[in-house]
C-alpha cells in the first residue's frame, strides 16, 4: 500500500531499508528557506532497534497493513512457541526467533497480541507491564530499605533482572515490559 509522507501517523507500520517499521513519531518541519521535511521515529520490528530519520515532504512511502489479534500463549514447543485464538480456540505455533526477547516476560496462560502480515506471524507484542513472581534472590537485610542498591533476582520466567534489596523470593513484582526493568512490588 503506497503512501506519503503526510500520512506518517504514530502507529502506522512502513517497510523502511526492506524491513517493517513501527513509526512513533512524526513531525513536519519547515526550517527557514529551506525544503520541508518529515522527522520520523520508529522501531524496527524484528530487532526492536529505535531509529531516525527524515523523509522529503511528498516522497512516496509503503506502508504495510498489519493486523493485530490477542492470543494466549499456551506453551514453549522445541523450536516454537504455542498460541491459542482465544475465540476459535486454533493453536498456532511461532518461532523463537520471531518472539525474541519476549520469551523473558511471557508466562503461560498469558494474553499476548500477535501482529500478522498476509497471515504470517512477524511480531509478538505483550502489554507494557506483566505481574512475575520472584523464584531467587539474596536476602535483603533489614535497615537496607532506603538506598538505591540494586541486585539480581531471578523471576519466574526464568529472566534475570536487577531488584531494589527488600525484594525477597516469593514476592511478586511489577516488570516493564519494554525496558525490563523492575517498577514496584505488588502486594498479594
Request: zero cysteines.
Amino acid at each position: 500500500m503506497a503512501g506519503t509522507t503526510s500520512d506518517l501517523r504514530p502507529g502506522s507500520v512502513i517497510m523502511y531499508n526492506g524491513e517493517l517499521h513501527t513509526v512513533l513519531e512524526s513531525e513536519h518541519r519547515t526550517p527557514g528557506n529551506l525544503r520541508a521535511f518529515y522527522q520520523v521515529k520508529m522501531r524496527n520490528m524484528k530487532t526492536g532497534k529505535l531509529s531516525e530519520n527524515r523523509f522529503r515532504s511528498g516522497e512516496s512511502i509503503e506502508f504495510v497493513r498489519v493486523e493485530r489479534k490477542n492470543y494466549q500463549y499456551l506453551y514453549r514447543d522445541v523450536h516454537s512457541f504455542i498460541f491459542m485464538d482465544s475465540e476459535s480456540y486454533e493453536q498456532i505455533p511461532v518461532d523463537a526467533d520471531i518472539v525474541g526477547d519476549s520469551v523473558n516476560w511471557m508466562k503461560e496462560n498469558q494474553e499476548v497480541q500477535l501482529a500478522f502480515v498476509e497471515n504470517s506471524v512477524i511480531a509478538v507484542e505483550l502489554p507494557p507491564h506483566v505481574y512475575l513472581k520472584v523464584t531467587a534472590t539474596e536476602p535483603g537485610l533489614k535497615g537496607d530499605t532506603a538506598t538505591n542498591v540494586l541486585k539480581p533476582a531471578t523471576v519466574e520466567t526464568g529472566a534475570s533482572i536487577q531488584v531494589p534489596i527488600f525484594i525477597n523470593e516469593g514476592d511478586t513484582i511489577r516488570v516493564d515490559t519494554r525496558t525490563g526493568e523492575y517498577i514496584e512490588r505488588v502486594k498479594d
